[in-house]
């Protein structure tokens, strides 16, 4: 047994000790990337449990579901929502870099002002377009004239730089940046329209369905778990190795001298 243990006894060098650190942090790595992927999963099952709660229901009037200047609430997104005003036309923003199937593209977002004056931020859909923002708003169709009662998804408000409004656009949607950018207040979140009564005479095309796949994370996260495992067992064969061979300088120098 003692014999046994002092073949070993190179593990408690220097070089090895320091490579069993280094093996160590990279395990921790490993593991921890491999939770977080494991975390988004979770994450993802749960945004999929609230869209196929909701994204195929009745709808209800808009005011159940939002208020304004609050932000929506993570189990109410894709309710869908029904509301009835007047569309304010001059006040049309164009949503920058909306590709389809490889389609350059925007999404037209046109406020909807309700009975009680507050304002429904509506992306109205998408328009193929592949020119400067500037000039989106002359190809965009009409939308109805006077009173009109539309259906759509709620929508949980963007956030960050992608929401500022310049030059008549942004990049990503949110009611606060709108509400901020014309001076007007606005329901929280935004709607994805599905329906429009009376129809317009061109319509945009209508949102997509949602993803309500899994993605990529469980594989991910196998994948760095393996990622470590593998150090672990490279580091043990590479101490067996030493163990029965000798260090593996000193082999090369013994193969170089004969």
């Known amino acids: 047994m003692g014999e046994w243990l002092a073949s070993w006894r190179f593990l408690l060098s220097r070089r090895w000790i320091l490579f069993f650190l280094a093996v160590l942090v990279l395990g921790y790595g490993t593991w921890w990337l491999g939770e977080w992927q494991f975390g988004r999963l979770d994450d993802k099952r749960d945004s999929n449990a609230?869209?196929?709660?909701?994204?195929?229901?009745?709808?209800?009037?808009?005011?159940?579901?939002?208020?304004?200047?609050?932000?929506?609430?993570?189990?109410?997104?894709?309710?869908?929502?029904?509301?009835?005003?007047?569309?304010?036309?001059?006040?049309?923003?164009?949503?920058?870099?909306?590709?389809?199937?490889g389609a350059p593209g925007v999404d037209v977002v046109v406020p909807l002002v309700t009975?009680?004056?507050?304002?429904?931020?509506?992306?109205?859909?998408?328009?193929?377009?592949?020119?400067?923002?500037?000039?989106?708003?002359d190809a965009v169709p009409a939308p109805p004239t006077g009173e009109v009662t539309i259906t759509g998804w709620v929508r949980i408000d963007g956030?960050?730089?992608?929401?500022?409004?310049?030059?008549?656009?942004?990049?990503?949607?949110?009611?606060?940046?709108?509400?901020?950018?014309?001076?007007?207040?606005?329901?929280?979140?935004?709607?994805?329209l599905l329906s429009e009564d009376p129809a317009p005479e061109e319509a945009l095309e209508p949102p997509e369905e949602p993803d309500t796949g899994e993605?990529?994370?469980f594989f991910y996260g196998l994948q760095w778990w393996f990622f470590g495992l593998l150090a672990l067992g490279g580091f043990s064969y590479l101490a067996w190795d030493e163990r029965k061979n000798g260090p593996r300088g000193e082999r090369s120098r013994s193969r170089t001298s004969e």
Request: overall charge negative.
């Open 215 to 217: 993605g990529p994370h």
């Open 115 to 137: 009975g009680d004056g507050t304002t429904l931020v509506v992306d109205r859909g998408w328009l193929s377009y592949d020119g400067p923002t500037s000039g989106a708003r």
């Open 50 to 101: 609230v869209i196929e709660d909701n994204a195929h229901d009745d709808p209800v009037p808009v005011e159940d579901v939002l208020a304004p200047g609050e932000p929506v609430a993570d189990d109410e997104e894709y309710t869908v929502v029904e509301a009835t005003g007047t569309y304010a036309v001059d006040d049309t923003l164009i949503v920058r870099y909306r590709t389809r199937d």
């Open 159 to 192: 956030s960050g730089d992608s929401t500022r409004v310049t030059d008549g656009g942004m990049r990503a949607i949110s009611s606060t940046a709108v509400a901020d950018a014309l001076d007007i207040e606005t329901y929280g979140g935004f709607v994805e």
